[in-house]
């Protein structure tokens, strides 16, 4: 059996990966439908054609066939390799042809090709099946037995309804095995369902009962008691709180699923009033599952339990304000932003920023217009984490208040909120900031508020204008925003920078130069460890050119050239050692030989052993004779493992690649 499944999944491998290539017989783009099927009947009928187009064939059959297409598919039912395929196209055959071949199939196979054709006709839903699937039921095989079972209940009509439920009750069930009665009450199920969607709820019940009574595995009797319990709707509510109240962890569960699913007010009420009687744990989860109904209670509910319930209780119900509270909740969560315990705090940050609803923003930026006290720096800070427009001119005004803390929280939130028309408005406040302290906080803000903005050339012509006026300090944060803002005009403007005679700019230009998201900040970076006067700067500044060549993407001819050059204006050994991981990205017999060359420097050895190695790797199909020479190059050089093993690896198979 595990012989003919392998074949199936290289079959099936085959199929779904030849799909697209059109073999002879499969494919005409000017054939009619009829035409089409004719050709593909003829390879499915064909001796010649090779298992993988006949799959094909099968597939593509599945689209379009009709009943003419069942006799050669129903020939294939007996193939172990490709019966799959013939049934997928049989079940999609709109026709009683593929009706009539599955069940004269199923009459007349064994095994696991009968348990397929038998879950294919229960696909189908063939009421004329239920005579055979019945026989199938009482056989000796479980397998097929509960393949039986199951297809049954997809059928659902009166006659299988009818073979399952007094298999459910008869000696038979008492003497069939685990396998077969988890079936059986499966079928069932899927029976009582299709009773409850017909409308005839009574049946429905009395099946779910009789699943529930049964001597079967206990996920089916919990699939049982959640049917009964829907299908009684309000008479349902009972059993659900039993199921609530139950010790049992997997009945609890389901007591929840199904407080999610049991309609009507009476259970929603009945549900609020039993959330006071549990204990922290069930409580909150019951919670959530209230919020999940169609006509869940009011968002108020929320809000009670974020005030008055235990801390579990407090922060299930500020999680759930995140999607499905309102401008209601404002006012709960702005208390608990600032509660004494972390966590409730915390978990009050995370709602209130994400707190959905069009008048949220309104409602927190009136707040703000009017609050005092403690509660303003709140209203300050929500409004930066919201990104709210309208808060600013309260923003402005709370950034020259005599509270530092209130003018930190201000120029943070503006940072995330202000627009371009009053960034000279920050801007100006940097240049101007009094000491340290505010030219970090306002410089902060300047930086946040810059990588925002839509016009990014704009945004770097206001900050450039400035920077004549500016004291060095403020010069400094108004290059880390140019950096923030990126692009060219950014770019000139910190190139030139670069090159200040003061020490404290130029190292400032080279941090925003060292950190550029794009490689157009190489040339300027190269210049300055070239040609600065401070060591510090220069080693600075090769390790973001450094960076540049080996994480960015460039032409292979200049991260070589990079290479070189980083290498001639090198004053430490730790950046040539940096330097020779660029040549990995760049795997060529040239880069081999120049890694290979290095490992004479005592100094470089390990670093270009390990990139030898790494570029031998890319290179040992195409070029075994130099991959051999140089790993055994690296051998000889005394480097330790785990390099050496690799290149012993290396050299070895690159020899038996030579010969």
């Not at 090159?499 to 130069?513: G, I, N, T």
């Amino acid at each position: 059996m595990c012989r003919h499944f392998a074949q199936w999944v290289v079959c099936l491998a085959i199929a779904l990966s030849a799909s697209a290539l059109q073999p002879l017989g499969l494919a005409g783009a000017d054939e009619t439908p009829a035409e089409r099927q004719k050709n593909l009947i003829a390879v499915l009928e064909s001796p010649d054609s090779p298992p993988q187009d006949k799959a094909i064939a099968c597939k593509q059959l599945a689209r379009f066939a009709n009943g003419q297409a069942a006799p050669a598919l129903a020939a294939l039912l007996t193939n172990e390799q490709l019966a799959a395929w013939a049934r997928i196209a049989l079940e999609a055959i709109p026709d009683p042809a593929a009706d009539d071949a599955l069940r004269t199939a199923a009459a007349q196979l064994e095994g696991r090709l009968l348990v397929g054709v038998i879950t294919s006709i229960g696909l189908r839903r063939d009421p004329q099946a239920v005579e055979i699937l019945s026989q199938k039921l009482a056989g000796s095989d479980e397998e097929v037995a509960a393949a039986a079972a199951v297809a049954l209940g997809r059928i659902s009509d009166g006659a299988a309804t009818g073979v399952l439920t007094q298999f459910l009750k008869g000696p038979a069930m008492a003497s069939a095995t685990p396998k077969v009665r988890s079936a059986v009450a499966e079928g069932c199920i899927l029976c009582a369902e299709q009773c409850e969607r017909s409308g005839d709820v009574a049946t429905a019940m009395g099946i779910f009962d009789a699943v529930c009574a049964a001597d079967v595995p206990r996920q089916r009797v919990l699939e049982a008691t959640r049917g009964a319990l829907l299908a009684r709707k309000a008479d349902g509510v009972a059993g659900l709180l039993d199921l609530l109240r139950s010790e049992d962890r997997e009945r609890f569960e389901l007591g929840l699923r199904v407080a999610r699913e049991l309609p009507g007010r009476e259970a929603t009420d009945t549900l609020v009033a039993e959330l006071e009687r549990m204990e922290p744990e069930r409580q909150a989860l019951l919670m959530l599952a209230l919020m999940d109904r169609s006509d869940r209670p009011p968002v108020s509910l929320l809000a009670q339990a974020a005030e008055r319930g235990s801390k579990l209780v407090r922060i299930t119900a500020i999680q759930a304000m995140r999607q499905q509270g309102d401008v209601s909740c404002v006012p709960v969560l702005l208390s608990a932003v600032v509660d004494a315990d972390a966590d409730i705090a915390a978990a009050a940050v995370d709602a209130i920023q994400e707190l959905p609803g069009a008048d949220v923003n309104a409602d927190l930026a009136a707040r703000l217009t009017k609050a005092t006290g403690p509660s303003r720096r709140s209203l300050i800070e929500v409004a930066g984490w919201r990104g709210i427009a309208a808060a600013v001119p309260d923003l402005l005004k709370a950034a020259d208040d005599t509270d530092a803390s209130i003018r930190a929280a201000a120029y943070k939130s503006l940072g995330e909120t202000i627009d371009f028309a009053r960034l000279s408005w920050l801007i100006e406040r940097t240049v101007r900031a009094k000491n340290a302290d505010e030219l970090t906080t306002i410089g902060d803000a300047l930086k946040a508020a810059s990588g925002r903005m839509p016009d990014r050339d704009a945004c770097a012509a206001k900050l450039s204008a400035m920077l004549s006026q500016a004291p060095t300090p403020a010069k400094c944060r108004l290059l880390e925003a140019l950096g923030a803002v990126g692009g060219a005009r950014a770019l000139g403007v910190i190139v030139e920078a670069s090159q200040s005679a003061d020490a404290a700019v130029q190292s400032a230009a080279a941090q925003q130069l060292g950190d550029w998201m794009t490689p157009d900040a190489a040339p300027a970076l190269l210049k300055m460890a070239q040609s600065a006067t401070d060591d510090r700067l220069k080693v600075r500044a090769l390790r973001g050119y450094l960076r540049v060549a080996r994480q960015f993407v460039v032409p292979d001819d200049e991260r070589l050239a990079m290479y070189e050059a980083a290498m001639a204006a090198a004053v430490r050994d730790e950046e040539r050692q940096l330097a020779l991981e660029v040549l990995i990205r760049i795997p060529s017999a040239k880069t081999l030989a120049e890694a290979t060359k290095r490992l004479r420097e005592p100094v470089l050895r390990d670093a270009a052993a390990g990139a030898a190695v790494a570029i031998a790797g890319k290179l040992l199909a195409d070029d075994p004779k130099a991959v051999a020479e140089s790993m055994q190059k690296v051998i000889d050089s005394g480097v330790e493992d785990p390099v050496k093993t690799r290149a012993t690896q290396l050299r070895d198979q690159a020899r038996a690649k030579a010969q």
